[in-house]
């Protein structure tokens, strides 16, 4: 604890420090300053005018064993301090930085704020001489007469500013309006608005590596939170994990998700009290914008979560309705054990690609309902598990979909404000029961209730291409993409662009995802579909091929498959391809469409249609794409195949 604390208070300027109430004060008025950035105030305030080293406020700030990245949160704090001084660092007027040494208090402590005339003089040279050594510094790069002038009148002009900026800066010291101060100077500005924001995974401080999931849990929920207001368009989490650990810069990470603005923080999980702090940052210009702290029992984590989006929506000026509020509103506390199952198996399913790794979800959501038989969100997450077919997976369509729609009613009749169930049953409508018009009225109430929930966009525009709604289509899809834009996401907007015949998006998605991702088992999929969408049979094979091998094909299915691509091009990978189908088959479930589209490929009509009834019969999700799947054109002439679309009963 910083030893200022033998002091009741500080003054300095207008500010004041009441070291006992922990609270800094301007002109009598409380200025909300974080417990962080207020330490680092005091163990500057202790010793002024003396330099404080980096390492010295490492120790006295963040114990030994607390994990923290020191340079980020130094910076942090430094920012907040500075925020709520109303200072800078390029014309300091109290805490000055020395470069990878540390900083100092400058300003006058317990005694008379110096004058304006003395202070802006002190301050103007300050600013001559930093803008004199930069156009010192261009010059020398410079070759002729002509250039130098030019740079010299670049930064004489640059010279002017500072010391304009630094006289304002002592004005706003005295206690004058910064923004009537601006307005003088320089005319009304506007704040850059914010209508996109993306949540950086929350960095885990606990100091127990097993405790991320909570950690990415609790990211989950204030992405979702975030995106029930629907005045803002908030990146999914698919897109925002990659960059956890990253040390980025946010502007860049802005830039590349293609937002205004950026939630980050922390969580420290003691026991069973949490600790969170969330950070809205503005990426252009970058600014720290607010900062919170919040402190509550592991029960009521997901309370707070929404607290946190209602702050971020009423900082950058959003109207946020009554309905959104009452959204953001947990009714209930719910049981710790419950709600620690119920993010382990989340953060299981978020990574599961095989049929192991979903049934470990599906566990870890069965008992977190053991736990909390009243858990409308665990009921939520196992019907979403259910509702999603993996390759590898024994149980079709008809052992899977009810059981999705049981637990996603059940999640309803507990809450009937989760999003995600409400598109559970939209999808559940479209692909299982071919119930068009409910699927349609199921996607309305999910984007109600969170118009920012990628998913149910994504399976609204597959609905809508099998339909021939194309360019409605298209447009959703392109919806998915600005909801997650990162090209790890992109596999099924490309899907719905090739079902739409757009070549030219879904070639250019495509190679997008190829760069980012290219030993990726779905990226050459859709590589795959574009050329076979434009003609290229072979080179479409080719990345079949690929994929299969990426996706942990069997040894000896892989080489037969090669074999069979080496001695007769496409016509044989597809041949054994659909003999590597019929074996799996025995034993597992395989999509009877994706059989009877390699049949069709290889021009075994007969074929295609045995397999297209036992689609038909089975349930089969992909059979809502008879008329807009490219590897099943062949079959539209056959009186067979019109009965097929009429009987799935495909919107004409």
């Given at each position: 604890m910083?030893?200022?604390?033998?002091?009741?208070?500080?003054?300095?300027?207008?500010f004041?420090?009441?070291?006992?109430?922990?609270e800094l004060?301007k002109n009598?008025?409380?200025?909300k300053?974080?417990?962080?950035?207020?330490?680092?105030?005091?163990?500057?305030?202790?010793?002024?005018g003396?330099?404080v080293?980096?390492?010295e406020?490492?120790t006295?700030?963040w114990?030994?064993?607390?994990?923290?990245?020191f340079?980020?949160s130094?910076?942090?704090?430094?920012?907040k301090?500075?925020?709520?001084?109303?200072?800078?660092s390029w014309c300091?007027i109290?805490?000055?930085?020395?470069?990878?040494?540390?900083?100092?208090?400058i300003?006058?402590?317990?005694g008379t704020?110096?004058p304006?005339?003395?202070?802006?003089?002190a301050m103007?040279?300050?600013?001559?001489e930093?803008?004199?050594?930069?156009a010192?510094?261009?010059?020398?790069?410079?070759?002729?007469?002509?250039?130098a002038?030019?740079a010299?009148r670049v930064?004489?002009?640059?010279a002017?500013?500072l010391?304009l900026a630094?006289v304002m800066a002592?004005?706003?010291?005295?206690?004058?309006?910064?923004?009537?101060?601006?307005e003088?100077?320089?005319?009304?500005?506007s704040t850059?608005r914010?209508?996109?924001?993306?949540v950086l995974?929350l960095?885990?401080?606990?100091?127990?590596?097993?405790q991320?999931?909570f950690a990415d849990?609790m990211?989950?929920?204030?992405?979702?939170?975030?995106?029930?207001?629907?005045?803002?368009r908030?990146?999914?989490?698919?897109?925002?994990?990659q960059?956890?650990?990253?040390?980025k810069?946010?502007?860049e990470?802005?830039?590349?998700?293609?937002?205004?603005a950026?939630?980050e923080g922390t969580?420290?999980?003691?026991?069973?009290?949490?600790?969170?702090?969330?950070?809205?940052?503005q990426a252009?210009?970058?600014?720290?914008?607010?900062a919170?702290?919040?402190?509550?029992?592991?029960?009521?984590?997901?309370?707070?979560?929404?607290?946190?989006?209602q702050?971020v929506g009423?900082?950058?000026?959003?109207?946020?309705?009554?309905?959104?509020?009452e959204?953001l509103t947990?009714?209930?506390?719910?049981?710790p054990?419950?709600?620690d199952l119920?993010m382990?198996g989340?953060?299981?399913?978020?990574f599961?690609?095989n049929?192991?790794?979903?049934?470990k979800?599906v566990?870890?959501?069965?008992q977190?309902?053991?736990?909390?038989p009243?858990f409308?969100k665990a009921y939520?997450?196992?019907?979403?598990?259910?509702?999603?077919w993996?390759p590898?997976?024994?149980?079709?369509?008809?052992?899977?979909?009810p059981?999705a729609?049981?637990?996603?009613m059940?999640?309803?009749a507990?809450d009937n404000t989760?999003?995600?169930?409400?598109?559970t049953?939209g999808?559940i409508?479209?692909?299982?029961?071919?119930?068009w018009?409910?699927?349609?009225?199921?996607?309305?109430?999910?984007i109600a209730?969170?118009?920012?929930?990628?998913?149910?966009?994504?399976?609204h525009a597959r609905?809508l291409?099998?339909?021939g709604?194309?360019?409605?289509?298209?447009?959703?899809?392109?919806r998915v993409?600005?909801?997650s834009?990162?090209?790890?996401?992109?596999?099924?907007p490309?899907?719905?662009?090739v079902?739409?015949?757009?070549?030219?998006?879904?070639?250019e998605?495509a190679?997008q995802?190829?760069r980012?991702a290219?030993q990726?088992t779905w990226a050459?999929?859709?590589?795959?579909?574009v050329y076979?969408?434009?003609g290229d049979?072979?080179?479409?094979?080719?990345?079949?091929l690929?994929?299969?091998?990426?996706?942990?094909a069997?040894?000896r299915?892989m080489?037969?498959?090669?074999?069979a691509f080496?001695?007769?091009?496409?016509?044989?990978?597809?041949?054994?391809t659909f003999?590597?189908?019929?074996e799996?088959?025995k034993?597992?479930?395989?999509?009877?469409?994706?059989v009877?589209e390699a049949?069709?490929?290889i021009?075994?009509?007969?074929?295609?249609?045995?397999?297209?009834?036992?689609?038909?019969?089975e349930?089969?999700?992909?059979m809502?794409?008879?008329?807009?799947?490219?590897?099943?054109?062949s079959?539209?002439?056959?009186?067979?195949f019109?009965?097929l679309?009429?009987?799935?009963g495909?919107?004409?």
């Amino acid at each position: 604890m910083p030893s200022s604390s033998s002091h009741p208070g500080l003054r300095f300027g207008v500010f004041e420090v009441d070291v006992r109430a922990r609270e800094l004060r301007k002109n009598g008025s409380r200025v909300k300053l974080q417990h962080q950035p207020f330490e680092l105030l005091l163990i500057l305030l202790d010793r002024p005018g003396d330099v404080v080293t980096r390492e010295e406020l490492r120790t006295r700030l963040w114990p030994a064993d607390v994990y923290v990245d020191f340079d980020r949160s130094l910076n942090k704090a430094i920012v907040k301090l500075r925020e709520a001084l109303g200072d800078s660092s390029w014309c300091p007027i109290y805490v000055e930085t020395l470069p990878r040494i540390g900083y100092r208090f400058i300003g006058p402590v317990n005694g008379t704020t110096p004058p304006v005339e003395q202070a802006a003089a002190a301050m103007s040279q300050h600013a001559t001489e930093f803008a004199r050594n930069e156009a010192a510094t261009v010059e020398a790069g410079t070759q002729g007469p002509a250039p130098a002038q030019a740079a010299s009148r670049v930064h004489g002009t640059r010279a002017s500013i500072l010391v304009l900026a630094c006289v304002m800066a002592i004005a706003l010291l005295l206690g004058l309006s910064s923004s009537s101060v601006s307005e003088r100077l320089f005319g009304r500005h506007s704040t850059p608005r914010i209508q996109s924001l993306a949540v950086l995974p929350l960095v885990n401080l606990s100091n127990v590596a097993d405790q991320d999931y909570f950690a990415d849990g609790m990211t989950e929920e204030l992405t979702t939170d975030l995106g029930k207001i629907s005045a803002l368009r908030v990146v999914s989490r698919t897109s925002t994990m990659q960059y956890k650990g990253s040390k980025k810069p946010l502007p860049e990470i802005a830039r590349e998700l293609n937002v205004d603005a950026i939630v980050e923080g922390t969580v420290a999980r003691s026991g069973t009290h949490v600790h969170i702090t969330a950070n809205l940052i503005q990426a252009s210009p970058e600014r720290h914008l607010w900062a919170e702290s919040y402190e509550s029992e592991v029960a009521d984590a997901l309370a707070v979560q929404g607290e946190i989006a209602q702050a971020v929506g009423r900082k950058i000026g959003l109207s946020i309705t009554e309905k959104e509020r009452e959204l953001l509103t947990v009714p209930r506390p719910v049981n710790p054990e419950a709600q620690d199952l119920y993010m382990e198996g989340r953060f299981a399913w978020h990574f599961a690609e095989n049929a192991e790794a979903s049934q470990k979800a599906v566990n870890y959501f069965q008992q977190a309902i053991e736990k909390d038989p009243s858990f409308a969100k665990a009921y939520a997450a196992l019907a979403s598990v259910y509702s999603m077919w993996i390759p590898g997976m024994a149980q079709g369509p008809r052992d899977r979909m009810p059981k999705a729609r049981e637990f996603a009613m059940k999640a309803l009749a507990l809450d009937n404000t989760i999003s995600e169930s409400h598109a559970t049953l939209g999808m559940i409508d479209l692909f299982y029961d071919w119930n068009w018009s409910a699927a349609e009225e199921e996607y309305k109430q999910t984007i109600a209730l969170n118009p920012n929930y990628f998913w149910v966009h994504s399976w609204h525009a597959r609905g809508l291409v099998a339909r021939g709604q194309a360019e409605q289509a298209v447009a959703e899809a392109r919806r998915v993409i600005g909801l997650s834009p990162s090209p790890l996401n992109w596999d099924y907007p490309i899907w719905v662009f090739v079902l739409a015949r757009r070549e030219d998006l879904a070639r250019e998605r495509a190679e997008q995802l190829l760069r980012v991702a290219p030993q990726w088992t779905w990226a050459h999929f859709s590589a795959a579909y574009v050329y076979e969408l434009q003609g290229d049979s072979e080179k479409a094979a080719q990345e079949f091929l690929k994929a299969d091998e990426l996706f942990g094909a069997e040894p000896r299915k892989m080489a037969q498959l090669k074999e069979a691509f080496a001695k007769s091009g496409a016509e044989g990978y597809w041949r054994r391809t659909f003999e590597n189908y019929e074996e799996t088959a025995k034993s597992d479930y395989v999509e009877p469409v994706l059989v009877a589209e390699a049949c069709a490929r290889i021009g075994d009509k007969e074929c295609a249609f045995k397999w297209l009834e036992k689609g038909y019969e089975e349930r089969d999700d992909l059979m809502i794409n008879l008329k807009v799947e490219p590897a099943l054109d062949s079959l539209h002439p056959d009186p067979r195949f019109q009965d097929l679309v009429r009987r799935v009963g495909i919107p004409q």
